[in-house]
């Protein structure tokens, strides 16, 4: 069966895929009093500093950038840049950063600060966008489509600013029963959960309007790059036997990409990618794979039912975001030997047994943006068997069976 969830994060924070609304924490006195603008990072379905939640950015990075700008509303002709550089011209002045309960920046600004606190102004209105971590900076940035323009601009976007190009980590490069979600924070040889959030229209939180409310913005963030798993687990037939997992390894994808945050659509009825995918070199060399020697786990009877092992996951990588568009362009390799719980029994190997990912049905030959695709295969006497499924950010999964029941 097919699943497919949305899943965006509120100031990092996930929310239902329907709510696009900007979240707001409980009310509190007014205070005429100026109040410096903070951050939220929590939402109705989540705790308040909690990194240990995945409903949470700080779950998974500790770092975003905030671009802000504000105007009179008064006198639309007075603007001025609160967050980032302003932009004297078209381009991508670099943006704020924000820290996740840094001991070193003030405290008064909540589980998010900033250097040099700044203050809502009452008689202004406010844009905010922002992306994570602040690592991402190259290759993400804030551009500006002309000088003097306002954060909020419909030709403004976030875009990278060079080609990105993913190095094929594997977070399960030790493999475990369940799967890891967060670790994609690494800026050396390794790839990036690149994060952004839709922009956030606020009035100067001491504004009459907003008599009663509290003095954060919060964001809605969402993942831009898909993500890969791949679980392993055996039949009955072979339950008896040690099965070794030696290796796994996926070629033909696409490694580089240009983004674009206008272009990506999610609704309903379509999702368009805001990535532009491409190899980053003739012939490619870019693998996402596993190398190592793990038995698979066994089974057990309940009831003289047999229950398959628990499964163990061998890849977790991000994608970047493209189409599967022919035959034998993306295929996966899998290695493994069985060899009969018995002393002196032979090993029997079986290398670079292939898969063809255009084939799998549920993934529809295609990885879109901030979707997290599991593929579960099945290791028997005789065949390699697929169960894919697919959502965001959380479980797509399919079976793939390898061997008779």
């Known amino acids: ?28 006195d007014y205070d005429s009093a100026p109040s410096a603008i903070g951050f939220n990072s929590y939402s ?13 950015l700080e779950y998974y990075h500790n770092s975003f950038v905030v671009y ?11 603007t001025d840049s609160v967050f980032g550089g302003w932009a004297h011209q078209a381009g991508m002045p670099n943006g704020t950063n924000c820290y996740y309960q840094n001991p070193d920046l003030n405290a008064n600004l909540g589980d998010w600060r900033y250097e040099h606190a700044r203050y809502w102004d009452k008689q202004a209105e406010y844009y905010f966008i922002a992306y994570a971590p602040a690592s991402a900076k190259n290759p993400l940035r804030y551009y500006y489509h002309d000088a003097d323009a306002l954060v909020g601009d419909p030709l403004n976007k976030i875009i990278t600013s060079a080609p990105y190009v993913l190095q094929g980590t594997n977070i399960q490069s030790t493999p475990t029963q369940a799967e890891k979600v967060k670790g994609f ?7 990036l959960d690149l994060m952004v959030s839709d922009t956030v229209h ?20 969402r993942h831009i790059l898909a993500k890969l798993n791949v679980k392993i687990d055996k039949t ?5 036997s040690i099965v070794t997992l030696k290796e796994i390894r996926i070629e033909g994808l696409k490694d580089c990409g240009s983004y674009d945050a ?3 659509v999610s609704n309903a009825d379509t999702t368009i990618s805001g990535w532009d995918a491409s190899f980053s070199a003739t012939p490619s060399t870019y693998s996402i794979s596993y190398s190592g020697s793990t038995a698979l786990n066994n089974g057990s009877y309940v009831s003289e039912v047999y229950k398959k092992g628990t499964p163990i996951y061998f890849i977790e990588s991000l994608v970047m975001p493209q189409q599967i568009t022919a035959a034998n362009q993306v295929k996966m390799y899998i290695s493994y030997t069985i060899q009969e719980d018995k002393a002196g029994a032979p090993v029997q190997s079986f290398d670079n047994q292939e898969i063809d990912m255009y084939d799998i049905a549920e993934f529809h030959q295609q990885f879109l943006d901030g979707y997290n695709y599991t593929l579960c295969l099945t290791i028997g006497p005789d065949l390699i068997m697929l169960s894919p499924n697919i959502s965001t950010w959380t479980p797509l999964s399919s079976d793939y069976r390898i061997g008779d029941e």
């Open 185 to 191: 924070t690494t800026t050396a040889n390794g790839d």
């Open 202 to 221: 606020e009035l100067g939180k001491n504004h009459d309007s907003y008599k009663g409310v509290n003095n954060a913005v919060s964001f809605i963030f």
């Open 1 to 28: 069966m097919e699943k497919r969830h949305l899943i965006i994060f509120a100031a990092a924070a996930m929310v239902a895929c329907t709510n696009q609304e900007v979240l707001t924490d409980a009310l509190r």
């Open 262 to 264: 206008t272009q990506y």
């Open 68 to 78: 802000g700008t504000k105007q009179s509303v008064n006198n639309p002709a007075i």
């Open 236 to 240: 009955e037939a072979v339950d008896k």
């Open 44 to 56: 109705e379905k989540s705790t308040k500093g909690d990194v240990n939640n995945a409903n949470n």
